[in-house]
């Protein structure tokens, strides 16, 4: 499925681009919880950013230290959540 043949509300490009931009959030995720493999990503990515911040994410996605694909990353890491995160109920949106 590609971006042309899929419409994504802002919500979920929001989403989109803020998991490609975690380090620690594999494209393996994207593609099971939005069905967009890593070259869609790109393309989003390319299309919604300014292009300096699009070739600054390129280049550390592209780098030896990016957790960006599953067969690269650390046995140590299990989760996608980072466990400095807050939880969301912590989160001042979530009581509006």
Do not use: C, Y
């Amino acid at each position: 499925m590609t971006t042309e043949t899929k419409q994504f509300t802002e919500r979920e490009l929001d989403r989109i681009i803020e998991m490609a931009w975690e380090d620690r959030t594999p494209f393996e995720a994207i593609l099971f919880q939005f069905g967009l493999p890593e070259k869609e990503v790109i393309k989003v990515m390319r299309g919604n950013l300014k292009e300096s911040s699009f070739k600054r994410w390129r280049k550390r996605v592209n780098s030896g230290v990016s957790q960006k694909h599953l067969k690269k990353r650390s046995s140590d890491i299990t989760r996608f959540k980072s466990s400095r995160q807050r939880a969301i109920s912590g989160n001042k949106i979530s009581k509006r």
